[in-house]
């Protein structure tokens, strides 16, 4: 069983950076894809970035390209987000997953990203 905690969240000032750090215990890490989702107040969750085990290939949404960026460490067990250029609608609590045939499996407790104007 796949546990993972995230950490790294806080209140930021719109065009600032966050980083957020997910760290994978109870399995073998580097078998998975591993990714984030996030979720803000009334609104469903969505797809954030996505790294396969050999982080050689990533995915992003559309909302995020080009600021957001994925990676991980195997030797940590650990997959990060650097966040920079921040945007109110932004704001969300954001979800590490691991995925299993290609669907996320496994989930976080989230952790709290808000970005003022």
């Known amino acids: 069983q796949v546990q993972l905690v995230e950490s790294g969240g806080g209140l930021v000032q719109a065009g600032g950076s966050l980083r957020l750090s997910c760290a994978a215990s109870?399995?073998?890490?580097?078998?998975?894809?591993m990714g984030w989702f996030r979720q803000a107040p009334g609104k469903e969750r969505e797809f954030v970035a996505r790294?396969?085990?050999?982080?050689?290939?990533?995915n992003y949404a559309d909302s995020v390209k080009d600021r957001f960026t994925v990676s991980r460490d195997n030797s940590k067990n650990t997959v990060y987000l650097q966040m920079n250029s921040l945007k109110p609608e932004d704001t969300a609590v954001y979800y590490c997953?691991?995925?299993?045939?290609?669907?996320?499996?496994?989930w976080g407790q989230g952790t709290q990203v808000t970005v003022s104007s």
């Open positions: 790294i396969r085990w050999t982080s050689s290939s990533t």
């Open positions: 109870g399995g073998t890490f580097s078998n998975y894809a």
């Open positions: 997953t691991a995925f299993q045939l290609g669907n996320p499996t496994y």
